[in-house]
């Protein structure tokens, strides 16, 4: 009998004990710096300290259940971002998949989300969450972005994250991603991202890169971390239709016991008409 022991592969003459024992003497820093010769996604700053990529992200095959509904979050501008995850009975998430749209507009986004639905999740019930801005009008001879949705069969929720502060509305959706990141479901993270693979579609590089240190806390003239965050494109649009879904997922939770209905939007996409106009 031959007996084989794989390595870690970032560090191929070392096994995962190894790593372990070195990241348990290390600070964060340290680990990006030394061990993972990572210096672009150094730790110092980061919101998401208790993402772990080995921990936290999956690759291969979609991580798809068809019997689940896909929620589906909307970000609205003229950068936007749609992100689909699974919110699984055990409370377990997973991000499946997320697409960036620059110089575009809701008609554009709403036709791409359409091909990628179809592509990826045909025939699912959708749960779709959307920013609260999208439903006021920027001007009175453009309507807002939400009505360019209904029209085509889709109803996202947003309900409960207006009737929180505006203030306090993104800290708290940090906070609940943050417990989500250092909590686990039967020996399973609470939450995890799945950065796609090699004969498959789907995936979240960018809300990954986001979360290993892109999305952060600014720095002062000094260097010092700074409690103000450093939104840039496209990390804080993957990260808010991440929160946006925290936040209203999190009141259909608390409502679970209440006869809470969740409202499904259309699942076959392809009887809509998309009006260029």
């Known amino acids: 009998m031959i007996k084989y022991r794989l390595h870690w592969s970032m560090h191929p003459h ?36 208790a993402y772990q990529p080995q921990r936290h992200e999956l690759a291969g095959a979609l991580p798809y259940n068809p019997q689940l509904p896909v929620w589906r979050i909307w970000d609205f501008g003229k950068t936007n971002a749609v992100l689909y995850g699974q919110l699984h009975p055990d409370g377990r998430r997973i991000l499946l998949h997320e697409r960036v749209l620059t110089d575009s507009g809701t008609v554009e986004q709403v036709r791409v989300a359409q091909e990628d639905s179809d592509q990826l ?79 498959t579609i789907g995936g979240c590089p960018i809300l990954q890169a986001a979360m290993a240190g892109g999305y952060c806390y600014k720095k002062d003239a ?27 997922s999190h009141r259909a939770a608390e409502l679970a016991d209440h006869h809470f209905e969740p409202v499904y939007s259309a699942g076959h996409w392809s009887t809509l008409v998309f009006d260029q106009d």
């Not at 505006?166 to 990141?181: H, I, P, S, Y």
């Open 222 to 248: 000094a260097g010092n971390v700074t409690d103000r965050l450093d939104e840039k494109h496209p990390y804080e649009d993957v990260v808010d239709c991440l929160l946006y879904w925290f936040l209203e």
């Open 121 to 199: 999740f045909a025939g699912v019930a959708f749960h779709d969450v959307c920013d609260p801005a999208g439903t006021y009008a920027a001007t009175r001879d453009i309507k807002p972005e939400v009505d360019y949705l209904h029209e085509h069969g889709i109803y996202p929720e947003y309900q409960y994250i207006v009737s929180l502060p505006t203030v306090g509305r993104k800290r708290r959706g940090l906070e609940l991603v943050q417990n989500a990141l250092s909590q686990n479901v039967n020996d399973t993270p609470m939450l995890r991202v799945y950065t796609g693979g090699d004969e």
């Open 14 to 49: 070392k096994d995962a004990d190894w790593y372990a024992a070195q990241c348990a003497r290390m600070s964060e820093d340290e680990v990006a710096r030394e061990l993972d010769i990572n210096y672009t996604l150094s730790v110092s700053g980061r919101v998401f300290t």
